[in-house]
């Protein structure tokens, strides 16, 4: 099976450079920079200006607060959306499969048990069952010989639609539009997700907060957030130690920390550690339900 996000993004690039539909200047961020012209769009830009910012007039540069996204990525919107389309107009059609799923709320997500009765278990809805059920999914992929099919009928007219798109992000990032100038330490910030602190105006912040954590007056709520953010070593049932929040810890427990923070990033429903200390945790849970 194949799906959009499989092809060489370099293939995309080359076919369309060969086709005069875009250049390799368009392609690059860094040959964008190094061009002259747009040096002097940039120095004519920053001159007299300081950093929007934290006000420092020292190691500016142009931020655009929209990036035009890459001509691969929009080569894959571009044809992911034409494949929909074709299947809806059912041109093609995705493949559909046979998939084991719990027999009660149709999840997939069951794990096989080796030591105990009855053999499977569901991990959402918690109901053991001896037989899977099968239903039928779409997969969102098609076959390799629609794919092929596929592509070579609507590859240039994709192409050609991506870059045409390209060409317009390339004028745009060009013509400076919705740019501001900030200073090597705020951009970086920005590229992290975060912003100045208005308060104190020397701190970082996540752009979902109003202000910086020291900027927070005390209180119990803040006490009890840092005490629920420090961290704790825990260990697991395979016998790891990791270190979580302790808010993490208090929240989802085991199950959650094998979840999440598997230091082997293993499947906990493959885990026979795992496995075996779920087994061990829901028969006690089951004779607390009894008494």
């Known amino acids: 099976m194949v799906s959009l996000n499989n092809l060489q993004d370099r293939a995309h690039v080359s076919h369309a450079v060969a086709h005069g539909w875009i250049t390799s200047e368009t392609m690059s961020k860094s040959k964008i920079w190094s061009r002259t012209e747009w040096r002097n ?14 006000g420092s007039k020292n190691s500016l540069v142009i931020h655009h607060t929209k990036t035009p996204i890459r001509f691969q990525q929009i080569v894959h ?23 084991k799923v719990c027999p009660r709320c149709n999840s997939q997500s069951i794990y096989k048990r080796t030591t105990i ?8 809805c918690g109901y053991v069952f001896e037989k899977t ?18 592509w070579t009928k609507y590859r240039s007219a994709i192409e050609e639609k991506a870059a045409e798109l390209s060409r317009k992000g390339h004028i ?4 400076l539009e919705d740019c501001i ?20 105006g020397k701190k970082y912040h996540p752009q979902q907060y109003s202000t910086c954590w020291d900027c927070i007056p005390d209180s119990e709520w803040k006490k009890e957030t840092e005490r629920e953010h420090k961290k704790i070593e825990t260990m697991l049932p ?27 990033n293993e499947d906990i429903n493959r885990c026979d550690d795992f496995s075996k200390w779920y087994e061990e945790y829901s028969s006690e849970k089951d004779k607390e339900k009894e008494e």
């Open 117 to 124: 009765s009855p053999k499977y278990r569901c991990t959402r």
């Open 133 to 150: 059920k099968a239903i039928r999914v779409n997969t969102g992929w098609l076959s390799r010989e629609d794919w092929n099919q596929f």
């Open 172 to 175: 745009y990032y060009m013509s």
């Open 181 to 200: 100038v900030l200073c090597k330490k705020c951009h970086f910030a920005i590229h992290k997700g975060l912003v100045l602190c208005k308060d104190c």
């Open 77 to 99: 919107q571009v044809g992911q959306a034409l494949l929909h389309q074709k299947v809806k107009e059912e041109e093609f059609e995705f493949q559909v499969e046979a998939r």
């Open 238 to 264: 395979c016998g790891s130690k990791v270190m979580v929040e302790a808010g993490f810890w208090e929240f989802g427990g085991t199950f959650e920390t094998c979840l999440h923070y598997c230091p082997n």
């Open 41 to 54: 769009k940039r120095s004519e830009f920053v001159k007299d200006k300081g950093c929007q910012w934290c």
